[in-house]
């Protein structure tokens, strides 16, 4: 698929390959995703597992990704956006969004921000709501308090 931006640059978007995932960590270093970068097994079978990871780019250049889940139905999750800081600011992001979202309909799209993309997202109109998070090691603390 492609999209076209206001200024006429025309990006390519296409399903993640295996091949692509040391970009993938170049990107997430860059803009400081440390987890994801020192997780790297982690992070890649987070990636070779998702249904939904797409990648924008510029020929051949990978600019920006998306990563998520979903059940088809009810729930879209979104784990990652990120676009090059070179990039941002051309509605790529925003594009991204409503394509994976046209792909499935009827679902609402659910995502976790960074107080740095809060306004992002609030110019595009989502809401913010209220969730909680628990890793599987918090657990056993909580067990042994």
């Not at 440390?34 to 997780?39: G, R, W």
């Not at 990978?62 to 879209?76: C, F, H, N, Q, S």
């Amino acid at each position: 698929m492609n999209i076209t931006l206001q200024n006429g640059m025309s990006l390519q978007v296409r399903k993640y390959r295996e091949t692509d995932f040391e970009t993938i960590q170049h990107l997430n270093a860059v803009e400081g995703w440390n987890n994801l970068v020192e997780k790297k097994m982690d992070t890649m079978r987070a990636w070779n597992n998702s249904n939904i990871a797409y990648l924008v780019l510029d020929g051949d250049q990978i600019i920006g990704y998306i990563r998520g889940m979903t059940d088809t139905a009810v729930t879209l999750f979104i784990c990652e956006v990120i676009i090059e800081k070179e990039y941002r600011g051309q509605g790529i992001g925003q594009k991204l969004l409503a394509f994976i979202h046209s792909l499935y309909p009827s679902t609402r799209m659910e995502l976790l921000a960074a107080s740095s993309s809060q306004s992002f997202y609030k110019q595009l109109d989502y809401r913010p709501f209220y969730g909680y998070r628990k890793t599987f090691a918090e657990w056993n603390a909580t067990e042994k308090n």
